[in-house]
């Protein structure tokens, strides 16, 4: 692992765990050039994923993306990072298994939506209207609509909405 502070490719691990959810390892390495130490992360990767975009084009599936899309929609919003990385988590072991490696767009679209309706409705209408791309006022109220029509989650399956102290 090349050491980000001086470039120097020969760092040593000093500590391996896993992470809470034991979906990666965290690795804290010492470069022994500089002294710098940083922390790194692994993961298992079952296949290499393609995106295929709208025109057709193929990309790398890229994690930090989905993370970052995801962090704008949940932007001050209390959602336990946790469950936010349950979330994305459970979206990539999705993808990895329903696939042959060619993801369309809109599969990872409709699964963020789908991973976010059940963190927070806010989240959900903010990606909702990027992703869907909204254009007035009426696109926002067809989609709270639609919300507020749905049945509410069994016991257990949705985190409480928290409400301020007037």
Same mark, same amino acid.
């Given at each position: ?5 001086c470039g120097?490719?020969? %760092? ?26 940083? %922390? ?5 990767q ?12 193929r ?15 949940l932007? #001050?919003?209390?959602?336990?990072p946790?469950?936010?990385d ?18 369309? %767009?809109?599969r990872?679209g ?11 409705d ?7 209207s ?11 109220? %067809? ?16 985190q409480? #909405? ?5």
């Amino acid at each position: 692992m090349r050491c980000p502070y001086c470039g120097g490719l020969d %760092t040593q691990v000093k500590d391996s765990r896993p992470t809470e959810d034991a979906s990666s390892i965290r690795r804290r390495r010492v470069c022994p050039d500089c002294g710098g130490r940083f %922390t790194t992360f692994e993961r298992v990767q079952l296949r290499e994923l393609q995106v295929v975009k709208k025109s057709g084009r193929r990309v790398p599936f890229d994690r930090d993306k989905l993370v970052r899309s995801v962090q704008v929609a949940l932007r #001050k919003r209390s959602v336990a990072p946790e469950r936010v990385d349950r979330m994305i988590n459970g979206i990539v072991r999705q993808l990895e298994s329903q696939s042959d490696g060619d993801i369309p %767009t809109e599969r990872i679209g409709e699964l963020v939506m789908e991973g976010l309706k059940a963190l927070d409705d806010v989240a959900y209408v903010r990606f909702a209207s990027v992703y869907r791309n909204f254009r007035e006022a009426r696109d926002f109220n %067809t989609i709270v609509d639609e919300l507020e029509g749905e049945p509410e989650p069994a016991q257990g399956t949705r985190q409480p #909405k928290e409400t301020s102290a007037q």
